[in-house]
């Protein structure tokens, strides 16, 4: 094989890993959607410290990426383990999703006692749920990471799926850090607002998730 057609292949191959990294950033982007997760962000982070704030979403970034990075190196094997489907995923998140957007819908019509209120500032509980899940590394998410890992056809591509993972979740770190900028735009009563706001909407994409779930796992009924 001359030198010329060496090379030819060595670009054809780099060309082709470029295009699996990039269409994997992409799919994997588009699922976990960092965007949806700014309303339930900064709703949840409003009464926080700056410090607080940062070490809560440093800490959601980080179970979300363990999460996703876990289901590239096992595929379906965790929830096959525990034999869990996707679909079930999908519900039990919603329910997850809707309780949340319930409680905050509430508003003020319940007082909160003080240490009720030290309580909810308590950032392990927000950070993983339902920041990192299901908000960020959701159903969506997982499944199209176990796809993409089906789709490799050797280790590079294996890596290349890691790469993407991790360059996503910087993406969404930088985008949940952008989002504190609207706090000083909208001010307190603003971010009350938009939180009735944004609480039905997230209500909305709780019930979407279990729709879903509900179509995957019971086809017939949709016909």
Do not use: C
């Amino acid at each position: 094989m001359s030198f010329i057609s060496l090379l030819m292949e060595q670009n054809s191959t780099i060309g082709t890993s470029i295009t699996y990294l990039f269409n994997t950033f992409v799919s994997v982007f588009v699922m976990v959607d960092p965007f949806a997760a700014i309303p339930v962000y900064l709703l949840l982070t409003e009464r926080f410290t700056p410090a607080d704030v940062k070490k809560t979403r440093r800490k959601s970034i980080l179970v979300a990426s363990a999460i996703l990075l876990t289901f590239a190196i096992t595929g379906m094997g965790v929830l096959n383990f525990f034999g869990i489907s996707i679909s079930a995923l999908r519900i039990a998140g919603g329910i997850l999703l809707l309780k949340f957007a319930l409680e905050h819908l509430k508003g003020d019509s319940e007082k909160i006692r003080g240490d009720e209120e030290d309580e909810s500032l308590t950032k392990d509980d927000i950070s993983i749920v339902p920041l990192a899940m299901p908000l960020l590394a959701g159903p969506g998410a997982i499944s199209t990471i176990v796809v993409q890992s089906t789709r490799g056809q050797n280790w590079i591509d294996f890596i290349l799926l890691l790469i993407a993972i991790v360059l996503v979740m910087w993406v969404t770190s930088l985008t949940l850090k952008s989002s504190q900028y609207l706090f000083r735009l909208l001010g307190k009563t603003g971010l009350n607002l938009m939180g009735k706001i944004m609480g039905i909407l997230i209500a909305a994409i709780a019930v979407e998730f279990m729709i879903t779930g509900l179509r995957d796992s019971f086809p017939n009924l949709w016909n």
